[in-house]
């Protein structure tokens, strides 16, 4: 690390010995080497969330502001400000009633389909790239990871369960062209040692963590030296972002003491009814490490695949997601089913909570942000395809403007993609099945 007299660059790392290297958040000691200020830059989170939400207990009654939050919404309240709901929209309904809604939400069409094999359209998407990689492409920079991925459970192994499409669509929101996707990472260990870039070989990382050696243990020293060169405030909020790094590697540790790994397997062990509650936990501390630390300024969160065996055992619920989502109009059921999206909302709320604590510039990463949160049905009973639950979250570098339930009237979701393309800087002029673009 080389620190001159005058400033710190905006690319300063504190590496280790064993390769790791801890990127910095925003200082105040990064600003006198440019001619003004520099600007925070945009991010973009989407959060997928699946077998749909029944509409009654999400979309605002009232069209326009100050609308009253439905029950499963409730958590977002406190963010109104800087929030922005969509109703009355209508996601592609593809070639599959569940794979065709999660690899439709980022895309806007979803898979090629040519099933009888002859050609070579089959197990294509259609849109070649989907937004967040758009975007990824005006904003990654030189940000360590352009991109990240992540996710909570694992589709690839079941066998005869994806439509007659390849897995891969269940296990992949992003593509970066036609042919290329990027399934989610769902072993937060291995997310956090792409992160901090711990390229030792296999077999010295092991001895590593069968040590106990904290990422943090190892710069030591090049964090004591930086510290001195920085005033009080930077200080502080060097402190603050190398504690949530440090809290991030207990969380580790503790899941890693229960559970040996993380599989994604839904049948938890008994005993273990927290297991899903440490991964969403877990997930949504990286990426907010992630953004704290410019390592990367795009992420997309599976939280589970369409036809999720999940069962929701810690939050009172044994029956599986998908299960329940076929809830038959009855009233336990729906009630199972609300609860299940509430206590999803409840995390991506938690999440928010970080963001809008996390100072940064002139604001806070949630002013700088824009995330999306939905999914690619809204009665999962139906499959319906109209009216998903979709909500904005985020001050998008004062690009949003809050506060506000938007009516769409059988709008395609491409619309709001191509909204959404539009607030990270993006000049593209349609997507597939886009008719125009939604106001943000």
Same mark, same amino acid.
């Given at each position: ?12 790392? $504190?590496?280790?010995?064993? *390769?790791?290297? %801890?990127? =910095?958040?925003?200082?105040? #000691?990064?600003?006198?080497? +440019?001619?003004? /200020? ?50 009355? $929209?209508?996601?592609?309904? *593809?070639?599959? %009633?569940? =794979?065709?809604?999660?690899? #439709?939400?980022?895309?806007? +069409?979803?898979? /090629? ?328």
């Amino acid at each position: 690390m080389i620190i001159t007299k005058k400033h710190l660059s905006r690319r300063t790392f $504190m590496r280790s010995a064993m *390769g790791a290297t %801890v990127a =910095l958040p925003f200082l105040d #000691a990064m600003i006198p080497a +440019l001619s003004a /200020a520099p600007r925070s830059p945009f991010r973009f989170g989407a959060v997928y969330f699946p077998c749909g939400v029944w509409p009654d207990t999400w979309h605002p009654d009232k069209e326009g502001s100050d609308f009253a939050f439905k029950p499963v919404m409730q958590p977002l309240e406190p963010f109104r400000d800087q929030l922005v709901t969509i109703s009355k $929209m209508k996601a592609p309904w *593809g070639e599959s %009633v569940h =794979l065709g809604a999660s690899s #439709a939400f980022l895309n806007g +069409l979803g898979p /090629a389909v040519d099933r009888d094999g002859r050609g070579d359209a089959f197990g294509k998407i259609q849109s070649k790239k989907t937004i967040d990689q758009f975007i990824a492409d005006r904003v990654a920079d030189d940000t360590p990871l352009r991109s990240i991925e992540v996710g909570t459970e694992d589709m690839g192994t079941a066998v005869g369960a994806c439509d007659g499409f390849a897995c891969t669509f269940f296990n992949t929101l992003a593509w970066r062209d036609d042919l290329s996707p990027l399934p989610v990472g769902i072993n937060p260990r291995v997310t956090f040692e792409r992160m901090f870039g711990e390229t030792d070989s296999k077999e010295r990382r092991f001895a590593r963590l069968k040590e106990k050696e904290s990422l943090l243990d190892s710069v030591t020293e090049e964090t004591a030296k930086l510290k001195r060169s920085l005033g009080a405030p930077d200080r502080a909020i060097l402190d603050e972002y190398l504690g949530n790094i440090r809290e991030v590697e207990q969380q580790l540790d503790r899941m890693e003491s229960r559970l040996a790994t993380i599989t994604g397997n839904p049948e938890a062990p008994v005993g273990m009814p927290d297991a899903f509650d440490d991964h969403m936990n877990i997930t949504y501390s990286l990426m907010h490490l992630a953004y704290q630390g410019d390592i990367s300024r795009v992420f997309t969160f599976m939280t589970g695949h369409e036809a999720s065996d999940r069962a929701y055992t810690h939050i009172g619920i044994p029956e599986q997601h998908h299960t329940i989502s076929h809830h038959g109009n009855d009233p336990e059921k729906l009630a199972k089913y609300a609860k299940i999206a509430t206590y999803q909302i409840q995390k991506f709320a938690d999440f928010l909570d970080k963001l809008k604590a996390t100072k940064e510039g002139d604001g806070t990463l949630l002013d700088h942000a824009v995330l999306y949160w939905g999914s690619g049905m809204s009665n999962g009973n139906a499959h319906d395809r109209h009216n998903p639950p979709a909500v904005i979250v985020g001050g998008g570098c004062g690009r949003i403007k809050g506060n506000r339930h938007i009516v769409a009237k059988d709008t395609p979701t491409s619309n709001l993609l191509l909204a959404l393309a539009h607030t990270g800087g993006v000049e593209i002029d349609s997507l597939p099945a886009s008719t125009g673009r939604i106001d943000l």
